[in-house]
């Protein structure tokens, strides 16, 4: 079936200490999201790309960073993770973001961090 | 500014009773998306409206959009377990095309 795999599921970290959690799609999708929640709140965009554009949401802090060297694969790198970065990280991906369509997203199941 | 209401937040409620719960703006919104979200899992996509006063069923679950676009509304008949997780309302900003506007959620516990 195709679908948004997010790896690892879960990973403990080190304040301080760099995270990198990957995302793959066989949607085919062009665009894709890194999106953060915080227990039972709504998810927070962080970051998305169309195809290789990237684009930072305004308020993402200079500590998270993004890859994405294919249409297949992303990444979410934390370069210095602090105490409020433990959230669940989520991938997620749409068709195309063009005039007139609905938006909707395809979520992997979540990458959980905490942070000690 | 685009603003998604949720309500209630939290809702428990015993297997088989039935529930609704809300998302509302002051702003009009071009489509609407309802997610489910299990404790550990990514949302999942339930359901798109997208014209006034649609409805639409998925098995116990009848979703409403407003006539004015403004609103939605999620019904569940007779509840079960299976039910329970964060239901989240979304919709496109209109400033953005990769930008959804979220409601907070509603966190809703069946209990066998």
């Known amino acids: 079936d195709a679908m948004v795999i997010q790896n690892p599921r879960y990973q403990v970290t080190q304040f301080g200490k760099p995270v990198t959690l990957s995302c793959s799609q066989t949607?085919?999708?062009?665009?894709m999201y890194w999106y953060q929640q915080k227990s039972s709140q709504a998810p927070k965009l962080l970051f998305h790309?169309?195809?290789?554009?990237?684009?930072n949401e305004a308020d993402t802090p200079d500590n998270f960073q993004s890859r994405r060297p294919n249409t297949s694969f992303c990444f979410l790198d934390i370069r210095s993770p602090g105490l409020g970065d433990t959230a669940m990280y989520l991938c997620?991906?749409?068709?195309?973001?063009?005039?007139?369509?609905?938006?909707?997203?395809?979520f992997g199941e979540g990458s959980r961090l905490t942070v000690l | 500014t685009q603003l998604l209401e949720q309500s209630p937040q939290f809702l428990s409620i015993q297997e088989g009773e039935n529930l609704t719960v809300y998302c509302n703006s002051s702003?009009?919104?071009?489509?609407l998306q309802w997610y489910r979200q299990e404790p550990g899992e990514g949302p999942v996509l339930l359901v798109t409206?997208?014209?006034g006063g649609e409805v639409k069923k998925l098995k116990r679950l009848t979703f409403q959009f407003g006539d004015a676009r403004k609103d939605s509304s999620l019904h569940i008949t007779a509840a079960q377990p299976g039910d329970t997780g964060l239901y989240l309302c979304?919709?496109?900003?209109?400033?953005?095309?990769?930008?959804?506007?979220w409601g907070a959620g509603t966190k809703l516990i069946i209990k066998p």
């Open positions: 997620a991906t749409s068709r195309d973001g063009g005039g007139g369509h609905t938006g909707e997203l395809f």
């Open positions: 949607l085919n999708h062009n665009v």
């Open positions: 790309y169309y195809d290789k554009d990237f684009n």
């Open positions: 702003s009009v919104f071009s489509s």
């Open positions: 409206v997208v014209t």
């Open positions: 979304a919709g496109p900003s209109r400033d953005s095309n990769y930008q959804l506007i």
